[in-house]
């Protein structure tokens, strides 16, 4: 039979309470130590100094996202107009156009 | 920094628990989240609390670690069964000072690892770590409202889960 929800919530709480009371057994911190010591020094650099600029990587990745977006939507206009000029560019340079 | 990694270590260790399946995947995120301190401590004011900007890179850890585990869920096979027929068990057992707690946190985190992993996360640092929703909503990019909606949603989900594991 399926609990009523009141109860299932009284269990579900009574379940979170207990979990609080769970704590790990102690890490490992000699290693640990070990892997800090040993990773690789903050890069400096222009780049690093813009991404930290933002306040959350969401942000910056969103940022990048739609300058990409901007981007390719800029270079598709560029070569679309270049196809349309290219032609009159071709006529207009033939020498003998107008001798 | 080391003095740092030392004095930290077990705040970061505790909070990160909550995500973990087990030991040996706490170690790991343990040294992920300092290595990400290492790699961005020149992005840290020094007018915040160096606490609580480890606390959000640990809690960023974790998010990532739910996402992570959802997506190898997706791709995983079943687990083969024995000679006996049983199923081997999925996580490593640790010792516990509190074996209910430790039970009823493992059963916790197996609810937990079947919602998506932003509601997990969400639920984790709520339920467990007592954090704020508006905090939680800080730490994610999410605006207060869509936090307590989301909230909202993620518990019910929950506790059906939970009906449905105490239902025969």
Known sequence: MKPSP?????????????????????????????????????????WSDFA????????????????????????????????????????LSDPTLFS | MERLVLHHQAEIARLLWRFARNHADLED????TFLRVVRSIGSWRADRPFAHWLRRIA???????????????????EPVPNADGECPPVEAVDPAADPAARAAHRE???????????????????????WELADIGRQFGWT?????????????????????????
């Not at chain 2, 639920?123 to 007592?130: M, Y």
Request: overall charge positive; aromatic content about 8%.
């Open chain 1, 6 to 46: 009141e109860e299932s919530a009284r269990a579900l709480s009574a379940l979170v309470q207990r979990a609080r009371g769970d704590t790990p057994a102690p890490i490992d911190t000699a290693a640990l130590l070990r892997v800090v010591r040993q990773a690789p020094a903050v890069e400096a650099g222009w």
């Open chain 1, 52 to 91: 930290a600029s933002f306040d959350t990587r969401a942000v910056f990745t969103t940022c990048s996202a739609g300058a990409g977006a901007s981007l390719a939507v800029a270079g598709w206009l560029a070569w679309d107009a270049w196809q349309n000029v290219l032609p009159w560019a071709q006529l």
């Open chain 2, 29 to 32: 995120l343990v040294q992920e």
């Open chain 2, 59 to 77: 809690a960023n850890t974790g998010r990532d670690y739910c996402r992570r585990q959802a997506v190898r869920r997706r791709w995983a096979v």
């Open chain 2, 108 to 130: 916790l985190k197996q609810l937990l690892a079947r919602l998506p992993p932003d509601d997990c996360a969400l639920l984790t640092l709520h339920h467990l770590e007592g």
């Open chain 2, 144 to 168: 207060a409202a869509a936090t307590k909606i989301r909230a909202w949603r993620a518990r019910g989900r929950l506790r059906s889960l939970y009906e449905n594991r105490l239902s025969p």
